[in-house]
């Protein structure tokens, strides 16, 4: 792949820290593409979580900037962002909201005014693959933090985003689960949708990862 090649989402020389505290990146580049699964490692605290929210436009940058499909992640709104990069929150009660599963499922697109027949029978597909029929009845808040995650990251493909950028995906999943969206993630990847991986688990990406990137002391190595 070539050096100068421009990626989907281009990181550029970030420096960003919490309020007044020390610099928790400091001139942080990393290109992201849509053809490439990129899965990044990092200890507790040394900032994943961080810089998925710096992407999504939730947290700006002390310096340095963002470019998503050649425009800064600054000149756009959340909304903008989120349509085109989906993100699954590393803790799902953050985006679950909906009174029932299909409500869950259904609730951007009663929002915005779009097709709401048309979003049905997705939802229906994405209840069937990920196997969720049995919690339709079921008040989302009470599911098992597994079923959250899963009904999060169905919510967040129903938006059929370009991108995705996944915070421990497989954390509290059964092996089961953690299987079928290991396919899914490869399927969606075989239709050009790219993604980041955040995770501790080093097993999930086997098979999956184009690239592994290490997050340490504010730096971001090839794994
Ligand atoms: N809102 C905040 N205000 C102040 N400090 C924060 C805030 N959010 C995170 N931090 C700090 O920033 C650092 C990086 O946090 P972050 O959540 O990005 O780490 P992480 O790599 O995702 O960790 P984990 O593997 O545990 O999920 C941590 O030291 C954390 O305490
Ligand atoms: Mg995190």
Not at 167 to 178: I, K
């Amino acid at each position: 792949m070539s050096q100068n090649k421009t990626r989907y989402i281009e990181i550029e020389n970030i420096s960003f820290g919490y309020g007044k505290g020390p610099d928790l990146f400091n001139n942080l580049s990393l290109g992201l593409d849509k053809d490439e699964i990129t899965v990044l490692l990092g200890e507790n605290g040394s900032g994943k979580t961080t810089l998925a929210k710096l992407v999504m436009g939730m947290l700006g940058p002390r310096s340095g900037r963002i470019m998503l499909d050649g425009v800064s992640v600054e000149d756009l709104a959340l909304g903008e962002v989120g349509m085109r990069v989906g993100y699954l929150f590393q803790n799902p009660d953050h985006q679950i909201f909906g009174a029932t599963l299909i409500d869950q499922l259904l609730w951007s697109f009663e929002f915005l005014g779009e097709d709401i027949d048309l979003a049905k029978g997705k939802a229906e597909e994405l209840i069937r693959l990920f196997g969720l029929e049995g919690s339709r009845d079921t008040y989302p808040y009470y599911l098992s933090l597994g079923e959250k995650r899963i009904l999060a990251l169905a919510s967040v493909l129903m938006r059929s985003p370009d991108y995705l950028i996944l915070d421990e995906p497989t954390s509290s999943l059964d092996e089961e689960r953690a299987g079928v969206l290991k396919e899914v993630l490869k399927n969606l990847s075989e239709r050009g949708i790219g993604m980041l991986i955040i995770t501790h688990d080093y097993d999930f990406p086997e098979g999956l990862a184009h690239r592994t990137i290490v997050l340490s002391e504010g730096r971001a190595c090839n794994g």
